[in-house]
């Protein structure tokens, strides 16, 4: 059965996914752009007529309007816009109050997700080497607004979650197309263990962007991403 989705940002995410979006069994109603979605005007009930789940890769000033607008109107939202996520309890209050759904993360690379899992495991194991110190690293595209990412600094929460708790130096490079590279180091004075997520295109994080909007058909409530990968599909 093929179910309509509407893309919220039709930039060069927004282009790829409605590529890919056919061999998830959905078929594009409505693509928006920032001239077509000002303030969240083109997310009306009669654009929407048609569309079971909306994917959101807008800029981070406009998530929250996209995201109550779809809330109440109950069209669920995978949101893979980073630098907005301080704003999470408002959208997680509009989506609760309207009965929606929402997915959510910094990074929607099932990949990525598994380089996570990695790094925690590795984190928990040098908590008690007091001789390692640990840092972050990563490149984007030049485009890419913030800086460090949500990824990275989604990365060095796990470590702390882990149990690492001596201190994290983190940095970052913006430059050219590259579509990411995350990095975390343990060095000592005898040695240095390095583990590194390279992204060779969008198409990543296009597929589990996709993988969740799939997901979430007919649920409600509030996810994020990290908490679903196990259950896509």
Same mark, same amino acid.
């Not at 690293?137 to 990275?152: C, F, Q, V, Y």
């Given at each position: &059965? ?10 060069? &995410? ?9 061999? @998830? ?32 890769? %807008?800029?981070?000033? /406009? ?13 669920? +939202? +995978? ?6 996520? #301080? ?8 989506? #609760? ?11 929607? %690379?099932?990949? +990525? @997700?598994?380089?996570?899992?990695? !790094? $925690? #495991? ?5 908590? /008690?080497?007091?001789? @390692? ?25 796990? &470590?702390? #979650? ?12 913006? $430059? ?12 000592? %004075? ?27 058909l007919g649920k409600s409530g509030v996810?994020?991403?990290?908490? !679903? +990968?196990?259950?896509?599909?």
């Amino acid at each position: &059965m093929t179910r309509g989705l509407a893309i919220v940002g039709h930039g060069k &995410m927004g282009r790829l996914i409605e590529q890919l979006a056919p061999e @998830y069994g959905f078929d594009v109603r409505l693509t928006l752009n920032s001239s077509t979605n000002a303030h969240g005007a083109g997310l009306s009930g009669e654009n929407l007529r048609g569309v079971d789940a909306a994917v959101e890769f %807008s800029t981070p000033s /406009a998530v929250l309007e996209n995201i109550r607008r779809l809330a109440a109107l109950r069209i669920p +939202v +995978v949101a893979g816009t980073t630098g907005w996520f #301080q704003q999470l309890p408002c959208a997680r209050e509009a989506v #609760q109050s309207g009965g929606g759904a929402l997915v959510w993360g910094p990074n929607f %690379s099932v990949g +990525v @997700y598994r380089f996570r899992q990695i !790094i $925690a #495991q590795a984190a928990s194991a040098f908590a /008690a080497e007091h001789e @390692y110190e640990a840092w972050g690293w990563e490149i984007h595209h030049a485009a890419k607004r913030d800086a460090p990412s949500g990824t990275l600094l989604a990365v060095a929460e796990e &470590m702390k #979650q882990a149990g690492f708790e001596r201190a994290i130096n983190l940095s970052a490079n913006r $430059a050219g197309a590259h579509p990411g590279t995350h990095e975390i180091g343990f060095d000592s %004075s005898a040695d240095t263990i390095t583990i590194r997520h390279t992204a060779r295109s969008r198409e990543g994080f296009a597929r589990g962007a996709l993988r969740a909007a799939r997901w979430i058909l007919g649920k409600s409530g509030v996810f994020e991403f990290r908490e !679903i +990968v196990n259950e896509l599909g």
